[in-house]
């Protein structure tokens, strides 16, 4: 009987690790590993955030488009995205680009790490992404810091608010390089 019930336990075990493995899988998607990887490894990103914003802003939907315009995994704004293009030296750049995973992840990175340039603070970079530098510079303390209360954004704040929990899942996954 005692090596029945721990048998049966044993297969349990295994059972519940499969499944909280596929509900992780299902939930927090690693697609675009390749690119995520090379881009993040490029300007100098920490992969799980560059997942983080693709999965708050598009859900890993690369066709996706807003309704305020903006395009791909990473919802890239058209007019920041010619700014970008002309940076990374892409002359023949058109909006359709920003459909390409490849690149839009890419330019997604690039901007990122120009944010991070600009700021060095990763809430305040977080902040900038969705609502803009212009807006981000009225929620910082004297040092440089985001302070949370001052955003007055709401959508911001939401924006802010997903990006961390699904940060701390992909940093606490152990995505594998």
Not at 5 to 32: G, R
Not at 142 to 164: A, H, Q, S
Not at 165 to 176: A, G
Request: net charge positive.
């Amino acid at each position: 009987m005692k090596k029945l019930v721990i048998a049966i336990i044993s297969i349990v075990s295994v059972f519940a690790i499969f499944l909280i493995l596929l509900f992780n899988f299902v939930l927090y998607p690693t697609k675009y590993k390749n690119y995520v990887t090379s881009f993040s490894e490029k300007y100098s990103l920490e992969i799980a955030l560059v997942y983080a914003v693709i999965k708050t802003e598009s859900n890993f939907k690369s066709k996706a488009k807003s309704p305020s315009g903006a395009l791909g995994l990473m919802q890239i704004m058209p007019s920041t995205a010619k700014y970008l293009a002309k940076d990374l030296g892409i002359n023949n750049f058109e909006e359709s680009m920003l459909f390409n995973p490849k690149t839009n992840i890419e330019f997604g990175c690039y901007y990122l790490n120009y944010l991070f340039k600009k700021f060095k603070n990763k809430d305040v970079v977080i902040c900038a992404y969705n609502a803009g530098e212009g807006a981000v510079k009225n929620w910082l303390d004297e040092n440089g810091n985001l302070v949370y209360e001052k955003i007055n954004y709401l959508e911001t704040k939401n924006y802010y608010k997903k990006v961390m929990s699904y940060y701390n899942v992909y940093s606490n996954n152990e995505i594998s390089v």
